[in-house]
C-alpha cells in the first residue's frame, strides 16, 4: 500500500468524498479504508473529513438543481414529493442520491435542511464503512495472516 501521512490522506479524502457526491463517478468508500487502514488512529477523523465533503458535494448537486428549468419531471422529483425531505437521508445511495440531491434543489428544498439531511444520512454511511472496516482488520485479517 501507498506510504502517506494522516493529513495527505485527509486531503485525498476529501477530494474523493466531493467528486463522489456529485454526478461525477467516484468512490470515496475506497479512500476512507486506506486512510484507515494506514493510520487507524485517526478513524473519526477520517469520518468527518468523508461526511463534510460528501455533503459540500450533495450540496453542490443541490445548487445545480437550481439551475434546471421547472418544467422536468424525473422519478427522482416524483420520490421527492411523496416521501419529502426525509428522503434526503438516502443521498447518500449510488446513482439515486446525486438525483435526489439534484431534485431537492430543483424543488426548492429549504437548504439548510437539505444540508443537516445530506450530513446525517452521509455521517450514517461513512460511520457504518469505518466501523465494518475496523471489526474486519481487527477479527478477520489476523486469522487470515499465516
Do not use: C
Request: cysteine-free; proline content about 5%; hydrophobic content about 60%.
Amino acid at each position: 500500500m501507498f506510504d502517506f501521512s494522516a493529513e495527505a490522506g485527509f486531503v485525498g479524502l476529501f477530494i474523493a468524498s466531493f467528486v463522489a457526491a456529485t454526478v461525477l463517478p467516484g468512490g470515496s468508500e475506497f479512500v476512507l479504508v486506506a486512510v484507515i487502514h494506514k493510520h487507524p488512529e485517526v478513524v473519526w477523523q477520517a469520518v468527518g473529513v468523508a461526511t463534510a465533503g460528501n455533503t459540500l458535494g450533495g450540496m453542490t448537486s443541490y445548487a445545480v438543481g437550481r439551475l434546471i428549468p421547472n418544467h422536468a419531471q424525473h422519478k427522482a422529483i416524483i420520490y421527492l414529493h411523496r416521501y419529502g425531505y426525509w428522503s434526503l437521508l438516502f443521498s447518500w445511495l449510488p446513482l439515486v442520491g446525486d438525483a435526489l440531491a439534484v431534485a431537492a434543489g430543483w424543488l426548492r428544498f429549504n437548504p439548510w435542511l437539505a444540508l443537516a439531511l445530506f450530513a446525517i444520512g452521509k455521517l450514517v454511511r461513512y460511520a457504518l464503512v469505518a466501523g465494518g472496516w475496523s471489526w474486519i482488520a481487527a477479527t478477520v485479517l489476523p486469522r487470515l495472516a499465516p
